[in-house]
């Protein structure tokens, strides 16, 4: 990392990783342009061309991700190697940008895992679900928008790299309540179909509960690395 976050164009998949490193990088010397994904493969794939607006020097896929392989655990960063879209297309990320990421997380003492990740066309939400995809694909980690973020990157002949913050485990099951919530096209979870859910099925509580302390702490690894500007 230097001094300077250089030109640099962010897709996420929710408001709520959007409005993170906003806050975040306000003090950078030049804050990133982030587009919000929406939560789901196929608006990620509508939305990541807007990524090239205003003549970006690099691309970056931003927020947080389910763990694949089993010894990664909520709050734990993960920088990609490479994005396998849902066909199997792999997207080698770029080696310079990917390295200056990870050598601030190791300089911060964060705990940090390098590897593929998977970007299928829907969300694994299932212990079962996650195996099958990991073995399928050789993949660590798995989110909704680093395969859309590739494919833009790689057509404009652009860097880009993948910073995520691991969510949910290989072996926890990610609330379907929670995923079905989210709007597509603000990526804000709808607070009144959680509500509702919980009213049809009280016992989805716990895993919501468990949900939000492992957001809290990817969140807050997701901070203490955005602390510095993320330097072309």
Known sequence: MTDSAGSLAVLVGLAEEADLLRKASRSWPEAPRVIVGGGTAAAAQRRAPDLLGQSPSALLSFGYC????????PGDLVIATQAVDAS?????CDPHLSGKIQNAAKDLGLRLHSGAVASPEKVAADPLEKQRLMDSTGTIAVDLESAAVAQVAQGAGLPFAVLRAVLDDAQTPLPRLAVSAIDER????????ILLGLLRDPGALPALIRLGRARAAAQASLRRLLVRPLAL
């Open 66 to 73: 389910g763990g694949l392989a089993g010894d990664l655990r």
């Open 88 to 92: 199997g297309a792999r997207f080698p």
């Open 186 to 193: 603000s990526g804000k979870a709808r607070i009144a179909r």
